[in-house]
């Protein structure tokens, strides 16, 4: 199957700085890839979608100015939070799909990353 | 407002019966409906997709149904193994993207 890579799998980071995550697509082009923001025990919350050579489209409630969505290419999109605080402290994961809609094919995702703003 | 449920409660069963995992949803009109399971730190992967014409579908030990009427699908892993533990998520296209219930966590017991 097709392979979504994220990058890095774990980040601790002092308050205020900003932390950068990637996720590539390996083995095809990804027009539009997803982001989720998942806390203990509860469900992937989407956060924004990522279309490449546009601007992001975010999730009400997400400050797009907080999250940085960039999709410069069709296999990569990072996510960039800015200016981190510890209620940032969260599993992000990107997702990306191969082709067409979503609803009737399968999507991919990264291996997650746990980010720990201290 | 759109929802997807799924049993908070961790489902702990002996190795070898078959575990049901149910997930509801209301306010949705889906064509498709998808599982996926997630292990502890790690992203979800895909298990399988169901169409609303389609009553049931199977994949090996994975058998899902599908009730448009009841909105409502279930997840059955029969001759269930340790390895099958693990967070099973539903979801739903909300005209976008995937919509994830929480998920139920599987315990299979040796």
């Known amino acids: 199957g097709a392979v979504v890579s994220q990058h890095p799998s774990w980040v601790i980071c002092k308050s205020g700085t900003s932390v950068k995550i990637e996720c590539r697509s390996l083995?095809?082009?990804?027009?539009?890839m997803f982001w989720y923001r998942q806390f203990p025990k509860q469900s992937l919350m989407l956060m924004a979608t990522?279309?490449?050579?546009?601007?992001?489209?975010?999730e009400q409630g997400v400050e797009k100015d907080k999250f940085l969505i960039n999709h410069a290419s069709l296999t990569l999109s990072t996510l960039t939070v800015t200016s981190a605080h510890p209620e940032d402290s969260s599993f992000y994961i990107c997702?990306?799909?191969?082709?067409?809609?979503?609803?009737?094919?399968?999507?991919?995702f990264g291996q997650g990353t746990r980010l720990t703003v201290v | 407002s759109q929802k997807i449920e799924q049993n908070s409660e961790a489902l702990n069963i002996q190795e070898g019966k078959t575990a049901t995992l149910t997930c509801n949803y209301t306010?949705?009109?889906?064509?498709?409906l998808q599982w996926y399971r997630q292990d502890p730190g790690r992203g979800p992967v895909f298990l399988l997709l169901?169409?609303?014409?389609?009553k049931e579908k199977r994949k090996e030990r994975l058998k899902v149904t599908f009730d448009t009427t009841l909105k409502q699908s279930l997840f059955h892993i029969t001759a269930s193994q340790p390895a099958d533990s693990a967070t099973y998520l539903c979801?739903?296209?909300?005209?976008?993207?995937?919509?994830f219930g929480k998920g139920t966590s599987l315990l299979v017991t040796p």
């Open positions: 979801a739903l296209f909300s005209g976008y993207a995937l919509n």
């Open positions: 169901i169409r609303e014409n389609e």
């Open positions: 990522s279309n490449e050579g546009s601007k992001a489209t975010y």
């Open positions: 997702s990306a799909i191969l082709r067409g809609l979503i609803a009737n094919t399968e999507a991919f």
């Open positions: 083995d095809f082009q990804a027009t539009t």
């Open positions: 306010n949705y009109s889906p064509a498709y």
